[in-house]
């Protein structure tokens, strides 16, 4: 396989938003958007997916950096991943989503990764990623859930014959932020909340967001709603850097006095999308940050998960996570 | 002498609930199954094969009940069928439409039973390497062919439903009558009479 040889296609390089809807538009399914290429460059080089068009987004000056809206702020969705996690603003006031920035792949593939592509990156299964006929790839057939499938990454949640999971880090940290995603199209504009944007195969099994061809991610626009919470971030993976999730969490906290107003819990690559954990968050907020509530939450985390063959030490990991995050949101994100 | 507006029960409280509740189960069937692919997006498969499994009860409910303790026979296709107004209490039109839902749901059914080792429920385990690609090509074509043919069966079926002439037959299997007269117009009263 010719992995280090661009595939031919025709290039379109627009540097407006209106130039790149446009070609959005006429190009539909045919047109394959690129921002910071990190995922698309795999697939086309790989040759497991091929194109007729692509558009790169990257010369779209006015959709990068980040912007005081009222009361929260708004995220260009070329914004580069290091440029989100150093933003003076974001850090200060969403220090959660600088920790999970700046917790993605590398510093070379964060210096080149966008906030938008991380959120709109398509899942790492292998069987898909490796070009097998499966129901995500417009298939029959489910390859990592069977008995001998290799699913140790895969989904403990929200399973629908496919079961790959998100491998964004940003997105459950913007989900518990309550952000939501500006999309715009030749046809105007619509404002979706994270937690609508992202798509279960249950839904859609052959994509991970609502977007649809002719649309663009353009902004991520974050309220004032949870701004200098007390914030956790942790993600495990294999290897320290330059790594997809085997779980993430991300934790916000509204503390008064010593206790939890509200909270949100959302995982990351425990399912295909960003898994809020509404059972976990109802056994803490209105208490302090307890044992007893703590291992209550501990345990409703975990609830209703269904492990695969070999990805059954998610569930353990989990609660251990939501334990440490419970105590720990406010401190030092891991 | 029965007069001409006498009314006979045509079909029993029971096999009216069971006529409905599998119209019903089969309407949700093939709305979660095809209006996903007409791009109305929305979690359907738990609620189709759960609806599946449903509709198999129903069916061997209803398939045991013709048995035992109704005359499976007067659904089958007889010569004297074939005469015009000569029919038992189930006009020719009427056995083929039932057999043609027989064939289409038995076959939706045996493979949408095989397809959940595939797909994958909660209580079995999710298997595909049972069968071969090739069969399950196979199993997935004729589960699609089956809900197909039920596409044009509820067409079919609900224009004569709400045809004024064969309206008689839909208030049967509302409210459980007919009167004889509607009866005469296509049916042997004699056979009918006689259990046929």
């Not at chain 1, 009361?71 to 003076?88: C, N, S």
């Not at chain 2, 997935?140 to 045809?163: C, E, G, P, Q, R």
Request: hydrophobic share 45%.
């Amino acid at each position: 396989m010719l992995r280090d040889m661009m595939p031919l296609f025709d290039l379109y390089q627009p540097d407006t938003l209106d130039n790149a809807l446009d070609l959005a538009d006429r190009l539909g399914p045919e047109g394959w958007l690129v921002a910071g290429g990190q995922d698309s460059w795999d697939w086309l080089k790989n040759r497991t997916r091929r194109t007729r068009a692509v558009v790169d987004l990257s010369g779209i000056a006015e959709l990068k950096g980040v912007r005081e809206t009222d009361g929260g702020i708004q995220i260009g969705a070329l914004t580069t991943l290091t440029d989100v996690q150093d933003d003076p603003l974001v850090r200060e006031r969403y220090g959660l989503l600088a920790t999970a920035a700046g917790r993605v792949a590398s510093p070379q593939i964060r210096n080149a990764g966008t906030l938008g592509g991380n959120l709109c990156q398509d899942t790492r299964c292998w069987y898909y990623r490796g070009g097998v006929d499966c129901y995500r790839a417009g298939g029959n057939m489910c390859y990592a859930d069977t008995p001998e499938g290799q699913n140790r990454e895969h989904a403990v949640f929200g399973a629908s014959r496919c079961v790959a999971v998100t491998p964004s880090d940003t997105a459950n940290a913007l989900t518990a932020l309550d952000a939501s995603m500006v999309i715009r199209s030749k046809g105007g504009e619509r404002v979706v909340p994270a937690a609508r944007f992202f798509v279960g195969p249950d839904v859609n099994i052959q994509r991970m967001t609502v977007i649809e061809p002719g649309e663009i991610l353009t902004a991520v626009r974050i309220p004032g709603t949870w701004a200098k919470s007390a914030f956790y971030f942790e993600k495990v993976a294999d290897r320290a850097a330059w790594d997809f999730a085997l779980l993430s969490l991300s934790v916000a906290l509204k503390m008064e006095g010593e206790t939890i107003r509200d909270a949100r819990l959302v995982c990351g690559a425990a399912a295909c999308v960003p898994w809020r954990l509404e059972a976990a968050e109802s056994a803490i907020i209105g208490k302090t940050r307890n044992d007893d509530d703590i291992e209550r939450a501990a345990v409703a985390a975990v609830e209703g998960a269904q492990p695969l063959n070999f990805n059954g030490f998610k569930i353990p990991l989990l609660s251990n996570l939501v334990r440490r995050a419970i105590k720990g949101a406010g401190g030092a994100s891991t | 002498m029965a007069s001409d507006n006498q009314k006979i029960i045509r079909h029993a409280g029971i096999d009216r609930a069971f006529h409905w509740v599998m119209a019903a189960i089969m309407l949700v069937l093939l709305a979660t199954s095809l209006l996903p692919m007409l791009g109305v997006r929305f979690a359907w498969y738990g609620v189709h094969w759960v609806s599946g499994l449903l509709l198999t009860v129903i069916i061997a409910l209803h398939v045991l009940r013709a048995l035992f303790w109704q005359k499976p026979r007067g659904i089958m296709i007889k010569p004297s069928d074939l005469k015009a107004g000569g029919a038992g209490k189930y006009t020719l039109a009427q056995k083929l439409m039932h057999q043609a839902w027989t064939v289409a749901v038995l076959v939706a059914i045996v493979t949408g039973l095989l397809l959940l080792r595939k797909a994958g429920v909660p209580f079995l385990e999710r298997d595909p390497y049972v069968r071969s690609m090739a069969s399950w090509g196979i199993i997935t074509l004729l589960h699609d062919l089956a809900a197909l043919l039920s596409v044009f069966l509820v067409l079919v079926h609900v224009y004569f439903a709400i045809l004024p002439e064969k309206r008689a037959y839909l208030r049967a299997m509302t409210k459980g009558f007919i009167s004889r007269s509607d009866l005469a117009r296509e049916h042997d009263l004699n056979r009918v009479d006689r259990g046929e």
